[in-house]
């Protein structure tokens, strides 16, 4: 939780121009007297989109779900090729990815 909150903090700093339409979104919702809740998802997609969008973003997890092969492979990454015997553990590391400018 607090990764993903730091992320999205870090992200309303970079893209501050969809913070407007995000409260509007909850304000027309929710209101002023009350916290959203789960019941409000529905009713809330932009908001649901950006809490999606933080968490592939950034994810809070660095590795993903370890896959092992099941065959012998060869892969192609940045015009070199790579040997990956069978049996081998993968672990795709999401932190890897490059930043992508978000289209909220």
Same mark, same amino acid.
């Not at 019941?39 to 989109?49: H, N, T, V």
């Not at 015009?79 to 795709?92: D, H, R, S, V, W």
């Given at each position: 939780? &607090? #990764?993903?909150? =730091? ?16 409260? $509007?979104?909850?304000? &027309?919702? #929710? ?5 959203? %809740?789960? $019941? ?7 908001? $649901?989109? /950006?809490?999606?969008? %933080? ?6 997890? =660095? ?10 492979? /060869?892969?192609?990454? =940045?015009? +070199? ?6 049996? %081998?553990? /993968? *672990? &795709? #590391?999401?932190? !890897? &990815? #490059?930043?992508?400018? !978000? +289209? *909220?």
């Amino acid at each position: 939780t &607090a #990764v993903s909150l =730091h992320t999205f903090v870090l992200t309303c700093i970079l893209y501050p121009h969809w913070i407007p339409r995000a409260q $509007k979104e909850i304000d &027309a919702v #929710v209101g002023q007297n009350r916290l959203p %809740t789960f $019941k409000d998802r529905p009713r809330i997609p932009y908001i $649901k989109a /950006i809490i999606r969008e %933080t968490l592939q973003w950034r994810p809070a997890a =660095h590795f993903g779900v370890p896959h092992q092969s099941t065959a012998d492979d /060869i892969v192609e990454y =940045h015009g +070199k090729e790579y040997f990956i015997p069978e049996g %081998t553990i /993968i *672990l &795709a #590391v999401t932190w !890897s &990815a #490059v930043f992508r400018s !978000s +289209k *909220l």
